[in-house]
């Protein structure tokens, strides 16, 4: 059972604030770890990958993964109302037979109020 | 390019009706996924194919569910019969390999309501 938990929400931050959201996983084996967002009624979007132990930082967006702890992170820095969406965690497994298979998370809605 | 094309967008039917989504991937794509949004569960994969053979069906709920993909450039998820409980957002997504690395885009998706 591969299973990938993200904090529940919803999280309300102000605007220019930093919101910070979670995600666990249960597999150690995994090896890729991403970021989708998903705006209400929209499909989910790419937003950040990262593959290795640290931070990856892209403009705003900071994901900081740490595979011995199973955890990774998504911080957005300087938050605006257009960053109010739901988060998805996903996570590859391993480099076998589940090739290319993504697991997701149930999703942490961000509201960033002006 | 179109990026990943999907129809309907919405569909009301009747439980017992068979329902028919279709999906065209992105061109180049060897990959397709077929996904299953509901608040309950969150996004479930349903299948998907490597070029145009079912890789991992697991997540196929009942045999109500089947999918095909004919060729590189078209998939259908066909539900017979259908019933309340399949009501949800049906995803589907492709990318160009299945490197860890790699991307999958989603369709805009197709709203399913069954009655």
């Known amino acids: 059972q591969k299973e990938v938990e993200q904090n529940s929400g919803p999280l309300s931050v102000p605007e220019g604030a930093i919101a910070s959201l979670n995600c666990t996983y249960s597999d150690r084996v995994s090896q890729s770890f991403f970021w989708y967002r998903q705006y209400s009624g929209k499909s989910p979007e790419l937003i950040m990958s990262?593959?290795?132990?640290g931070d990856k930082e892209d403009g705003r967006f900071t994901a900081q993964l740490n595979k011995a702890s199973q955890y990774v992170s998504l911080l957005i820095r300087d938050s605006q109302p257009s960053d109010s969406a739901t988060y998805l965690c996903?996570?590859?497994?391993?480099?076998?037979?589940?090739?290319?298979?993504?697991?997701f998370g149930r999703g942490t809605q961000l509201t960033v109020w002006p | 390019d179109a990026g990943v094309i999907q129809s309907p967008r919405h569909e009301v039917t009747e439980m017992g009706q068979e329902v028919t989504l279709r999906c065209k991937p992105i061109s180049g794509h060897d990959y397709l996924f077929w996904y299953r949004q509901t608040m309950m569960r969150g996004l479930e994969l349903l299948i998907y194919f490597n070029n145009n053979v079912p890789i991992d069906d697991s997540g196929m709920p009942e045999d109500r569910f089947s999918a095909k993909m004919p060729n590189a450039s078209f998939s259908t998820l066909k539900i017979q019969p259908s019933e309340p409980r399949d009501s949800a957002v049906y995803f589907c997504?492709?990318?160009?390999?299945?490197?860890?690395?790699?991307?999958?885009?989603f369709g805009p998706g197709t709203r399913l309501t069954v009655l």
């Open positions: 997504a492709s990318s160009e390999t299945a490197g860890t690395t790699d991307t999958q885009y």
């Open positions: 990262i593959y290795s132990n």
């Open positions: 996903a996570v590859t497994p391993d480099r076998g037979s589940t090739l290319g298979r993504l697991y």
